[in-house]
């Protein structure tokens, strides 16, 4: 029997619930350790660390060494085509272009940049540029260590999408998909937007859409109270039809903006989505799939990002698969075991 000897917690911050996945190595395989959600009573930092502080005890986490991540308008990331140069040459480069593409002084934000990917013929060099503002980065990781933990990465809830899929792809013994698939997770009052292609990931965007949205449509729809709608949203039971019927044209409304992203992704790269794979707190909802496959006419399916995985034996396996496509950006963060 192998102990763990190295694990790494996926914590992804919310706007109305804190998800933490621990990934832990066991062996030579990656195996799923711990899990865990927590609903918050607000946004204010103290209710935000005592959540944290809550979640991470009740669910018996080995580590307090965590990966974290940010989202936001005070995150800005751009696909940049430069000519080709060495590592130091780009750090430098890097200033000058962020300048062009960054809505604030560079002294006020923290920068990152990777090559992603070299085009044959190597006459341009493709980089992913990420800035984030001192104040929003200080914040985040503030209540993470108030918390008591250790954060080791600070990541961008988009790319935690992808870095899922490769890692379940990887466990399994397959590399990087072919094709274009486009990852959308809609949380409560935002919707992150990753699209890949051949497991590179090559457009993001967040558009101000959630949960949150589908419940004021049902309230208005059905003339009740919006905790009587959240309920129905959740069991919709007899009242299963009407509550499609109030959420299709707020789902059609977010259909628009990502059609938009869909066709200037294809304009750029020469194609569009193959498919869609859909999480978040939405995706457990039928009539959501049902309105994607009925707006793109593409096959939409749900991230499980646990299927298949190894899973510890102390593990409650169904809760965990139930569960699985709200956790997608938590199990994306700790994907990040696979580098340590």
């Known amino acids: 029997m192998f102990k763990p000897s190295k694990s790494i917690v996926g914590l992804d911050i919310g706007s109305s619930a804190i998800k933490a996945v621990e990934l832990s190595r066991v062996g030579k395989e990656v195996q799923v350790t711990g899990f865990g959600q927590i609903e918050l009573a607000s946004e204010d930092p103290k209710d935000v660390v005592a959540a944290i502080t809550e979640l991470m005890r009740e ?3 080995r580590t307090k060494n965590v990966v974290t991540s940010v989202s936001g308008k005070m995150v800005i990331i751009r696909y940049l ?9 780009l750090r430098n480069a890097i200033l000058f272009e962020a300048e062009k593409y960054i809505p604030f002084t560079l002294d006020e934000c923290v920068l990152d940049c990777q090559r992603f990917d070299e085009p044959d013929g190597g006459n341009s060099a493709n980089v992913l540029l990420v800035a984030v503002k001192d104040a929003v980065l200080d ?7 108030k918390a008591g933990l250790t954060p080791d990465i600070i990541d961008v809830d988009a790319f935690a999408l992808s870095n899922a899929h490769s890692l379940l792809r990887s466990c399994n013994g397959q590399g990087p998909e072919e094709g274009v698939i486009a990852f959308v997770d809609v949380g409560a009052t935002k919707t992150s937007l ?10 993001t965007r967040e558009i101000y859409f959630g949960g949150k949205d589908l419940t004021q449509s049902i309230a208005r729809r059905l003339a009740i109270d919006e905790q009587e709608a959240e309920f129905l949203k959740r069991s919709p039971g007899e009242e299963y039809e009407s509550v499609k019927e109030a959420v299709f044209p707020t789902i059609d409304d977010l259909g628009n903006e990502l059609q938009l992203s ?6 750029q790269n020469g194609c569009g989505p193959e498919r869609i794979l859909l999480s978040g707190g939405a995706s457990r909802f039928s009539f959501f799939r049902e309105s994607f496959e009925r707006i793109f006419e593409k096959p939409t399916g749900i991230f499980n990002p646990f299927e298949g995985l190894p899973v510890s034996e102390d593990i409650d396996q169904d809760l965990l698969a139930s569960g699985g496509p709200q956790l997608v950006v938590a199990a994306g963060l700790a994907s990040r075991i696979r580098k340590v």
């Not at 890949?196 to 990931?201: F, I, Q, W």
């Not at 869909?262 to 304009?267: G, L, R």
């Open 59 to 61: 669910g018996g986490f």
């Open 81 to 89: 085509s430069m000519v080709p140069m060495s590592d130091e040459e």
């Open 139 to 145: 914040h985040h990781l503030g209540l993470v260590q």
């Open 194 to 203: 990753n699209i890949v292609r051949n497991g590179v990931s090559l457009f």
């Open 262 to 267: 869909f066709d200037y992704f294809e304009s």
